[in-house]
């Protein structure tokens, strides 16, 4: 019974680093500075939305 209790709170601590870890991956402001170094992308300084006609 020790050992389970022991694996359930190493499973349980790994699980909230991995949900923390996801929430820093998945931040908008780390997706922007990653999208801009590794792949070059930049916001267009002047562009047009067309909203489609249905």
Known sequence: MQLERV????????W??????ESAWANPDRVAQVVRRELSMVQPRNYVVLESQR
């Open 7 to 14: 694996e359930r709170d190493k499973l349980s601590t790994e």
């Open 16 to 21: 909230a680093q991995l949900q923390l870890e």
